[in-house]
């Protein structure tokens, strides 16, 4: 029997890290660093945080984009804030221009997403593109090579409504973690960079 290659392979499960536990900022940031490249100069690294100020629950995205923008993430592109939102109205738009800005890029895709009631408050990290708007029923294109998710709130009911009255304080903390994990994951790669241009250099003098 003729079977393709990789129809049994599986993906690696998702991360997942609650906001709240004492060192999740630091356990996030090494679990992503270790998914990024190293040569961010030859291979951009963007983030690209989705969603909309107009929605509580929906908010995760551009805040952690504004949090971001507030820091030094050196290595990192960032799109997608408080003041220019990514949503589904110029999802599509905003992906053609970072194409067209970035050669080559490696997307990480960050939103908020609605979950089982004893999973609110954790963070996903997962292999894969991301996909916008399906907890709500829209067709949006997929974003990413690898994704960040939180989840906010409870699916399986009116999803717009849910994410709508979402408690602010809930995703304000939980976009801090996230936001401190990829700065911290910034000072990784930037440091795996040095030590490999170092060990190039060295190559070449020997």
Known sequence: MNLKKGLFERRPEPYRILYQEERAAQDLSFQLSSMLPTYYRTRPIVFVCIGTDRSTGDSLGP????????????????????????????????????????INPFII????????????????????????GAGVNKELPEVGEIHLTGIVNV??????????????????KMAKTIAEAIILAGDSVEHRNAVSIEKWREELQQ
């Not at 895709?109 to 916008?132: E, F, Y």
């Open 155 to 172: 699916s399986g009911f009116m999803e717009f409504f849910v994410l709508q009255n979402t408690r602010l304080n809930l995703v304000m």
């Open 63 to 102: 805040l952690v984009g504004s949090l971001l923008e507030e820091r030094d993430i050196k290595p990192f592109h960032v799109y997608g804030t408080l003041d220019e939102p990514i949503h589904a109205v110029n999802l599509e738009e905003k992906l053609s221009q970072i194409a067209s800005k970035h």
């Open 109 to 132: 895709g960050v939103d908020a997403c609605l979950g089982r009631l004893k999973s609110v408050g954790a963070i996903q990290l997962c292999h894969g593109p991301l996909k916008p």
